[in-house]
């Protein structure tokens, strides 16, 4: 019955978990030194560290973002998500009214996910006044959602011959799987209802790595324009220029010191390996794919910074230097994980809406 099928799949969920984490720390070789021994030295490996990201933005191009206006509402649907407005926002956030009244831009909510389980995200389907079809995957929320994060080691994406020859984040891909089939046929009628010409992802922190790779796959059934705008999106592809249909555009942006940009197999292998040095087999470096903009704080103003996931910003070295920073400076500490948060995303991309209306008004005055 239902119940034993899903008892069986609790139970092989948790040995291919146990199975993932106990090859990780294999090939670290942890296991022969007592607990005493590896935090004293990964103490010693964080005052040794000599990695600087200091001088990191020098040779990356500082850009305007053209429309940080929309950019704000899409990260408002990635909040909305979340349930991150209102006093009731738990209890609402599945609700199509709750989305309605907190997206404005959101004509019709074609349909909701109602709950999550392992490697299957919180996903909303919805029309909105601008004629476009809009796929919104929640991020990290639930027990389940932790899980599917914690699958951290590669897999093949699809056994399809095009996405042979690299691999992606394994959680994120079984979720990406599982979105693109569950949500295609209200893709497919909201597309034909509404004589709509473009499907738009968004998502954050899980919900942006989930949303990238279910991006890829739509993109491959459709004929239609297929963007994707993420916020604060962990490495999820180790091929940076994974195969991509023509039709699709990928956008991630990626808040100052937020670690879970950084946050990749390749970096845990760095990690350990600097608490036990030896010649090891490493995993493969993981990559955000698309256009990749920075966001940074810088007196009191918002600069963007355009690049891609080859970044060294968002390399697994810079991972090693924010843990290594984490572990003797707390204020550091604090703003990795903060920078994470929708509404430090929110308080950058609001400074730069503000940007843009001064400079507007000025040209408007000086035309006066």
Not at 23 to 46: H, P
Not at 168 to 189: E, F, K, S, W
Not at 269 to 275: W, Y
Request: proline share 5%; glycine share 4%.
């Amino acid at each position: 019955d239902a119940k034993t099928k899903a008892a069986r799949e609790t139970a092989s969920q948790a040995r291919e978990f146990r199975n993932i984490w106990r090859k990780i720390f294999e090939r670290s070789d942890l296991g022969s030194l007592s607990k005493v021994e590896v935090l004293s030295r990964f103490r010693q490996a964080c005052h040794l560290c000599d990695i600087s990201m200091d001088n990191i933005y020098d040779n990356i191009p500082q850009v305007e973002l053209p429309n940080p206006d929309e950019i704000l509402r899409y990260l408002t649907a990635t909040q909305v998500a979340y349930g991150a407005f209102g006093k009731k926002k738990a209890e609402c956030a599945l609700h199509p009214d709750y989305v309605l009244r907190y997206c404005p831009e959101v004509s019709e909510v074609v349909f909701i996910s109602q709950s999550s389980a392992q490697n299957r995200p919180v996903f909303y389907v919805l029309h909105t006044l601008t004629n476009d079809v809009v796929i919104v995957v929640r991020g990290t929320k639930s027990i389940a959602d932790a899980v599917t994060d914690s699958f951290c080691d590669t897999a093949r994406f699809t056994d399809s011959p095009v996405d042979k020859g690299y691999e992606v984040h394994r959680g994120m891909g079984i979720a990406a799987n599982y979105v693109a089939r569950t949500a295609l046929p209200y893709v497919l009628q909201a597309l034909d209802n509404w004589n709509c010409d473009r499907l738009i992802l968004l998502g954050h922190s899980l919900g942006a790595g989930t949303a990238v790779l279910t991006s890829v796959l739509l993109a491959r059934v459709l004929t239609v324009k297929v963007e994707c705008y993420t916020f604060g999106c962990p490495p999820v592809t180790t091929k940076m220029d994974m195969p991509c249909p023509t039709n699709l555009k990928m956008t991630a942006f990626i808040n100052e010191d937020d670690i879970v940009a950084r946050l990749s197999l390749l970096g845990i292998d760095e990690v350990l390996n600097s608490i036990n040095p030896k010649d090891r087999p490493m995993a493969p470096r993981a990559f955000i794919p698309g256009t990749v903009y920075l966001l940074r704080a810088v007196d009191g103003s918002t600069r963007v910074y355009k690049t891609d996931g080859s970044c060294p910003a968002l390399s697994a070295e810079a991972m090693l230097y924010y843990c290594m920073q984490i572990s003797g400076n707390r204020p550091m500490a604090m703003k990795s994980l903060n920078d994470h948060a929708t509404v430090e995303y929110e308080k950058k991309l609001v400074s730069l809406v503000r940007s843009a209306d001064e400079a507007w008004q000025d040209k408007c005055s000086s035309c006066a």
